[in-house]
C-alpha cells in the first residue's frame, strides 16, 4: 500500500515565521523611528511587505506585534521545583513567571530594540505589566501551595494573606526588571536578566525593610 506524502508543511511554517518576524521587525522599527502614537498598521504592513489581511492573520492589533502575541504563563517546570524548594520565596516567585518576548528571541540585537519600543511608551509598559497580572491567580496558588509545604504549622487564612503580599511583591519586582530592560536597551546595551543578580539585590535590599 503506498503512502500518500504530507502537503509539505514545513515550507508553509517557515514562511508563516518569516512573515511575523518582518511584522515585528517593522514595527518596532516604526515605534522607535516615529513614536508609538504615529505608527499605524499601514505603515507596518507597507515597511513589512505585507497585506493587512496577512497582518491581522498574525497580530489582533498593532500592540501584538509589539508585545508577542503569546500572553506571558508559569513555567511549569520552574512551578514544580518551586512548591519544593526552601530557597528565597520572592525571587523563586519572580521566576515562576515567563514572559515570551516573540519571533525575535533568538536575536539578542532585535530582542533589545523591542524592549526598547516598549520601554519608550507607558501605554506600551501599562500593556505588557497588565498581561502579567493576568497570571498572578494561579501564581498566587503555587504560592500557597509552597508555603503550606514549607510552613505547615501556619494558619492557612493566615498563609492566604501572605501568599497575597507576596504575589504584590512580585508584581513589582517584575515592573522594575521590565523599566531596568528598557532602561538598558534604551543606553545601546543588550538587556540580559540575571535571575542570581536579582537574587543578591533582594538579598541586600530586603534586610533593610525590616
Given at each position: ?21 518582518a ?12 513614536g ?5 498598521v ?37 512551578a ?6 526552601t530557597?528565597?520565596l ?8 515567563r ?30 505589566l ?18 503550606k ?17 507576596i504575589v504584590?511583591?512580585v508584581?513589582?519586582?517584575m ?16 538587556p540580559?536578566?540575571?535571575p ?13 525593610l525590616?
Amino acid at each position: 500500500m503506498s503512502t500518500i506524502p504530507p502537503a509539505r508543511p514545513a515550507p508553509r511554517r517557515k514562511d508563516a515565521i518569516e512573515k511575523t518576524r518582518a511584522i515585528e521587525r517593522a514595527a518596532t522599527d516604526l515605534v522607535l523611528e516615529h513614536g508609538y502614537e504615529a505608527v499605524t498598521v499601514d505603515m507596518i504592513c507597507a515597511l513589512a511587505g505585507v497585506s493587512q489581511r496577512t497582518f491581522f492573520n498574525h497580530f489582533k492589533t498593532k500592540d501584538a506585534a509589539l508585545l508577542g502575541v503569546e500572553p506571558p504563563t508559569v513555567d511549569e517546570r520552574a512551578a514544580r521545583e518551586f512548591i519544593v524548594s526552601t530557597g528565597p520565596l520572592l525571587a523563586g516567585a519572580a521566576q515562576l513567571i515567563r514572559v515570551d518576548p516573540g519571533g525575535l528571541d533568538a536575536d539578542p540585537q532585535q530582542l533589545a530594540r523591542r524592549i526598547r519600543a516598549i520601554g519608550s511608551n507607558p501605554l506600551l509598559i501599562t500593556r505588557q505589566l497588565e498581561r502579567i497580572e493576568a497570571v498572578e491567580a494561579e501564581v498566587r496558588e503555587i504560592i500557597v501551595l509552597r508555603l503550606k509545604n514549607q510552613y505547615p504549622e501556619d494558619d492557612a487564612a493566615e498563609r492566604e494573606r501572605q501568599a497575597g503580599l507576596i504575589v504584590s511583591l512580585v508584581a513589582g519586582l517584575m515592573r522594575f526588571i521590565g523599566r531596568s530592560w528598557a532602561a538598558e536597551a534604551a543606553a545601546g546595551r543588550i538587556p540580559d536578566i540575571d535571575p542570581a543578580g536579582i537574587e543578591r539585590l533582594l538579598g541586600s535590599v530586603l534586610p533593610k525593610l525590616g
